[in-house]
Structure formats: C-alpha cells, structure tokens
C-alpha cells in the first residue's frame, strides 16, 4: 500500500469509510444510474464508467440539481440516494426551472407564449414586482417563533427531509452562498494568466486557496450569520464553538479536522487536489500493482518540490463571536447599498424567513454585496501580489473581505448595486 493511501486511512473519519448510495445522471438527465460509494472520487470514477466518460476525473464536476457544485468536503454532507448530476468539460448544468421551460417549449407552442410571457414578468423591473410582493406578504407572526418541522410543516414544504428545524436550514443555506464565493474565487484565479505562466505565484496562490478552505471549515462556512439561535444572548459566552458537536450535522466542522502542518502537506503547495480533486496520475499512483520503471518514469516526467509545510496559522473563534446578523426572532434588515451608512428605505426594507415559507422564498432574493468587490478589486489584487510574497497578515486581511461580514453587506434587491464600486 502507498504511502499516501496509508495517511488517507489514517486520517479519514468514519463518515468517510461508510458505504452509501447515491443516485447519478448526466447532464442531459436521460439516464440514471445507483452507485454506492464512500468517496467523492470512487462517486466519480463509478459513475464516469456508467455513463460512458472517458475524461481524466479530474476535470469531471458533480452538481446537485438545484445547480450546486458539490467539493469533497460538502459530499460528506450529502444524505443517501442524493441525486447528483455528472459534467463532463464543455457541458452546461441546467436547473430543473431550466430543463421543465425547456420542456415546455419543445412540447406545446402555447406554453412558449406562456413562458415568454413569465420570463418578461422576471426580468423587466423586477426590483419593483419584488417590493410589491413583500408589502402584501402575510405579517402573521403566530408561528414565527416555532422552530421544528412537525410544529411548522408548510414551512417546509418541498425543502430537503434532513433538516429538523429552521435553524438548521437557515444554516445551510447561508454556508451555500459563502462556499459560492469560494468556487467563484477558485475559478477566477485559476483562469488567470498569473496562475497559468507563474510558478512561484501559482505556488502561492495554492496555498491561499488550500488556507481559504481550512479557515472556512473552521468558522463553519459562516452558517450562523443566518441561524437566529446565534444571536446576541447571554446563553452563548460560556459555549466553545470549536466543540463541533454544538454544531449541526451538515457542517463541515462535524468532520475531523487534520492538523495544518497535515493539511498543507496533502493538499497544499505540492498537491493540487485541493482545488482540482486527485489528477489521474495520482490515482494511478496510488495502485500497489503498478511497476518500479512506471514509478522512475512518472519521476523523470514530475519532479516533486520540497516540501514548505503550512504557511499560514487557522484562527480558532469562540461561540460568543460567532453571531446573527439577524435579532433572536430572525428578523433581518437591509445594509443599503454599498457606499451609504445605513438604508435609505428604513423599516421598509427587513424580512423575517422564519415566518413562513412566503417570507423564505422572497428571501433568496435579498444578496450579500461585497462593499470591496470581489471580482473587480480583491482577486486581482490577490494576483498581482502573489507575484511578490503574500505575508500572513495580507492572506488574512483577503479573507475577511471575502468571505466575512467585515466587508459583505445583506441587502434587499433594491440596494444591491451590481455596477462598479468606485
């Protein structure tokens, strides 16, 4: 057995080494395939053989139906006889709102009227129809407080059968936008020129992504910005959040976390699986058939560097910093737009989702809006220094504006200004 094969099956946790079984289909969803498994790798690799791929796994993506790219560590999330979608390079993931429009248009011209018709009603002025929906929601706060599924059932009608209570929802929906900043992040610093054709920078630019991740699994993906159990109480001061076990059992924090110095060494500066998955060659590698000449071959063609170790420390935050940004009855309130101190609409502009399932759908509408922009000013300035030396300090200062409320702002539709932030 390999050595690295050897540190996996040290290091895994139980949940790692569970067989479970997962439904899968390709893009065009006309086949459906079970698999079982106990990796996202092994998913992948079954699942490219049932379906006829042929592509190197590492450049085959898994999305959940709603269009959500699953990771390695957000797999272990993931409840048995999950649907998941298999992407091969090149292809495009539709939603099942996409794929049934589609439908629609194909089958009855009657229903493309119809569809043209929704799709005008979505797009033109929208910010208005959105304001008027929220003024004629229902106000009734007789179930506000109410916090389980059996208690409030048409709250969660249609939501996923693994979530007990709305907490733990709010939760995970809130960790999912903040892990698309991170995918939206990976993304973009991998297409660029500076990670193409600079070793050192792409050196670097490894480690702060493989640190990105480490820190974000430690602060919970930030799913309690929308859990009101987090908000400011005195019940709180004396509860270390580092306790996974006060935690929900989608969050990351509930897997075992490896040590940095561990971490860095599997997925860091020499190991791009953090950002890719194991490339085909690894996997190859990890096989205790293959040939000594195979391994000297693989030697000659890719000479490892040495080793540098973890970089950059993980903060541990305890519970009483980890906060709502909504009140105890999870209620929130616009920022207003990026350059002004507080919302010019006042009491006009607040939603509370924990009221009922009206209330959590208009709510997918309100946004985090970077105040510092993302794609126009933190990643390329993320670029452009990691041609030098990203110290500790910067590494943390980029990660707080990208992923924390230091610099996101909630905001209704209306103040969510998608132009230049200058």
């Not at 179930?143 to 059932?153: Q, S, V, Y």
């Not at 306790?243 to 989608?250: A, E, L, N, P």
């Amino acid at each position: 057995m390999s050595l690295i094969a050897c540190i996996r099956r040290l290091t895994e946790t139980p949940a790692r080494t569970e067989l479970k079984g997962y439904k899968v289909t390709d893009v065009n969803r006309t086949r459906k395939f079970g698999i079982a498994c106990r990796s996202l790798q092994e998913l992948k690799r079954k699942a490219c053989a049932k379906l006829n791929v042929t592509n190197d796994l590492a450049e085959v993506n898994v999305f959940l139906l709603d269009g959500s790219l699953i990771d390695e560590e957000y797999f272990y999330t993931l409840e048995p006889q999950t649907t998941l979608i298999v992407q091969k390079p090149g292809e495009k993931v539709l939603s099942d709102a996409d794929l049934l429009y589609d439908t629609l248009r194909r089958v009855n011209i009657d229903f493309l009227a119809a569809g043209d018709k929704a799709s005008e009603f979505l797009t033109e002025n929208l910010k208005a129809k959105v304001a008027v929906l929220n003024s004629a929601l229902n106000k009734d706060d007789s179930k506000t407080a109410l916090t389980a599924r059996n208690e409030h059932p048409e709250w969660f009608r249609g939501l996923e059968t693994n979530y007990a209570t709305k907490e733990a929802y709010m939760h995970r929906r809130c960790q999912d936008r903040i892990r698309g900043y991170l995918y939206k992040t990976i993304d973009q610093i991998k297409s660029s020129d500076t990670f193409a054709n600079d070793r050192s920078a792409r050196k670097q630019l490894l480690c702060a992504i493989a640190f990105f991740k480490m820190q974000l699994k430690e602060d919970h993906y930030f799913g309690y910005y929308f859990d009101r159990s987090r908000a400011k109480i005195h019940s709180t001061e004396s509860v270390d959040e580092a306790d996974s076990s006060t935690c929900y059992d989608h969050c990351p924090c509930r897997l075992n976390r490896l040590d940095d110095s561990t971490y860095f060494r599997l997925f860091g500066t020499c190991d791009r699986s953090c950002v890719d998955g194991p490339t085909k060659k690894s996997t190859e590698r990890n096989s205790n058939v293959r040939s000594r000449t195979e391994k000297d071959e693989d030697e000659k063609k890719e000479p490892v560097e040495e080793e540098d170790g973890c970089p950059y420390r993980i903060r541990t935050n305890r519970r009483e910093s980890c906060v709502a940004i909504c009140d105890p009855k999870g209620e929130f309130r616009c920022d207003g737009v990026w350059n002004a101190d507080v919302c010019a609409y006042g009491q006009r502009h607040r939603i509370n989702p924990y009221r009922s399932r009206e209330e959590l759908i208009l709510f997918s509408t309100w946004n985090f809006d970077h105040k510092i922009e993302r794609s126009r000013m933190l990643v390329p300035q993320l670029l452009k220094l990691s041609a030098e030396t990203i110290s500790e300090e910067d590494i943390l200062e980029f990660y707080d504006n990208l992923f924390t409320s230091k610099n996101l702002r909630l905001v209704h539709i209306v103040c969510h200004d998608k132009g230049s932030h200058k």
